[in-house]
């Protein structure tokens, strides 16, 4: 096979705004912060960045969801690039970091800044977290099948797949509980992370309800924060202050019919599809990945994604969460910084960041060691993207 | 279950004869005439075969719970809960669903598996929702 073009880009900067609840500090502001940041780490000047891209940039959606377009963002900076654009629809939150790979693969510019910035926190905080199309009269397109039967949340549409999963495969509770005390763990050894006190399982147990089988700790926790990274061609690796992370293959199939309650096989996610094309696109296999950063909007989520990634076999994630398996000095360490369950809802950016950091042994008390290879993926349901990076 | 004030789904060129329908008291799914095959949500051609041949077709109603689960967190100020969500697979086709909500029958008594039929709540004067109840009521 020739040589996947992702791997003539690398992953050169990565940099984070404050991170917090309720930070009242504008998304430009933030954005800008770890935008500085993420230059500043890959040794670069603001001048030299000639591309920029975001999700899912100025659209339509819930408060604090967007953050800022990429056109605001680039004048901010006073950037001049030859490449730019945001979007919504693809393979998951990543997606605009795997169209700068491609970006800078086919020349179109060489160093593309790349955020996710939210302040949801900030956003909800005189009106509790809202449903999707609360307050509405009307609902158009496919939520018109959802929301007027209050189907008013991710929440709701995952916990439909959860306990599909439980009921053909035997997946409890206390599988689910693993993911978000595991998350806690790691948490506390993250200075940045949001909520860093111990879990226990009968905490967990004893949380109030969201939408059966999630309770409070299964779903994730919103905040205000921006994660920026720096997409660079490899061949300006040997150029630079830090050791480069490589993108080794990434994956954005969509296979199966993406429409949330229409999914073929409810145990099953877009993931599937994404994580097979990953393969099929790397030299290495699930057994050389030495840490997973896998999107846990809701607990469930890694643990599907934990399968459809081949770490263990179909039905099977809720038995491999236990024993330590996933817990740092564990077989395969997941979700080291805490996750969205207690890191805070990055959405998707805060699993790219910690990857990167971990593959250039920079994590601390955190660190995975000889951290070679990870695997970061992101989304739910009928969206999934995913993507290899190694040292 | 408890009623709360509901958004009214919009009648937009693909869906509106599905709520109308609903409306009449008839559960109808778009289907192809050359394969048989019910497409929901409803679209221009058959995604199987690609036919273009459509007509709206009426099913039984009935069907049975897939999968479900209690919403107990309100979505907006005042909204009641807690409520039941279900996606209610329907017996003419394996894998042709609807998110609904299963009325006229405790929570507790909710199965995958069940065996449900319609019933319908009328929002407006063209749209009313499909919901559906347990086939023997407990």
Redesign the interface.
């Known amino acids: 096979m020739r040589e996947p073009l992702e791997r003539k880009a690398i992953v050169t900067g990565v940099g984070q705004s404050q991170i917090g609840r309720r930070l009242f500090r504008s998304d430009l502001d933030l954005t800008c912060e770890a935008a500085l940041a993420a230059i500043r780490d890959a040794g670069l000047a603001p001048d030299d960045i000639d591309g920029i891209a975001a999700y899912p940039g100025p659209v339509p959606s819930p408060p604090g969801f967007s953050g800022p377009g990429v056109a605001e963002v680039q004048d901010a900076l006073g950037l001049r690039v030859s490449w730019h654009m945001s979007g919504l629809e693809g393979p998951g939150q990543i997606m605009p970091i795997i169209q700068a790979v491609l970006a800078v693969a086919a020349g179109l510019c060489r160093h593309a800044l790349v955020y996710r910035t939210v302040t949801e926190s900030s956003a909800a905080a005189d ?2 977290r ?13 939520g ?10 991710a ?2 549409w995952l ?3 959860a ?2 999963h439980m ?1 053909e495969y035997g997946t409890k509770r206390e599988h689910l509980g693993m993911i978000a005390l595991t998350a806690r763990r790691h948490a506390a050894l993250n200075p940045a992370a949001i909520y860093r006190e111990p879990l226990t399982m009968e905490d967990y147990l004893r949380a ?7 309770c409070l700790y299964d779903c994730d926790v919103p905040v205000d924060g921006s994660t920026a990274v720096v997409i660079s061609s490899a061949d300006v690796a040997r150029d630079l202050p830090r050791p480069p992370v490589r993108i080794h293959a990434v994956g954005t199939a969509l296979r199966g ?1 993406p ?4 999914w ?1 096989d ?1 145990t099953t996610m877009a993931a599937r599809d994404a994580a097979a094309h990953m393969w099929s696109r790397a030299d290495l296999k699930p057994g050389d990945v030495d840490t997973a950063q896998l999107y846990d909007g809701f607990s469930f989520l890694a643990l599907a994604w934990l399968e459809a990634l081949g770490f263990c076999a179909k039905g099977e994630g809720g038995p491999f969460v236990e024993g330590g398996r996933i817990a740092l000095g564990g077989e395969l360490p997941l979700n080291t910084w805490g996750g969205q369950l207690s890191g805070g809802r990055l959405h998707g950016f805060g699993f790219v960041a910690e990857a990167v950091r971990q593959l250039r042994a920079e994590c601390g008390a955190r660190q995975v060691p000889h951290c070679e290879v990870a695997v970061v993926a992101v989304g739910g349901g009928p969206v999934a993207g995913c993507m290899l990076l190694t040292r | 279950m408890a009623v709360f004030p509901r958004p009214v789904p919009a009648l937009e060129p693909h869906t509106e004869a599905f709520w109308r329908a609903c409306r009449a008291g008839r559960l109808e799914f778009v289907r192809c005439t050359r394969c048989d095959y019910f497409i929901h949500p409803p679209r221009p051609v058959c995604p199987r075969c690609r036919g273009r041949d459509l007509t709206w077709t009426p099913v039984s109603g009935r069907g049975r719970v897939f999968t479900f689960t209690i919403n107990h967190k309100p979505w907006f100020p005042g909204q009641p809960v807690p409520y039941v969500l279900a996606l209610v697979e329907l017996v003419e086709q394996q894998g042709l669903r609807l998110t609904t909500n299963i009325v006229n029958c405790p929570f507790d008594r909710i199965r995958i598996g069940m065996p449900v039929r319609v019933v319908f709540e009328n929002l407006t004067d063209d749209v009313a929702l499909p919901l559906f109840e347990p086939e023997e009521l407990p």
Do not use: K
Request: aromatic letters at 12%.
């Open positions: 009106t509790g809202l449903g999707i199309g609360a307050g509405a009269q009307e609902i158009r397109g496919f018109a099948f959802l929301i007027p039967f209050g189907a008013m949340s929440a709701n916990a439909l797949y306990r599909r009921h109030r309800m969201v939408s059966d089988p999630f019919r429409v949330w309650d229409q073929e409810l």
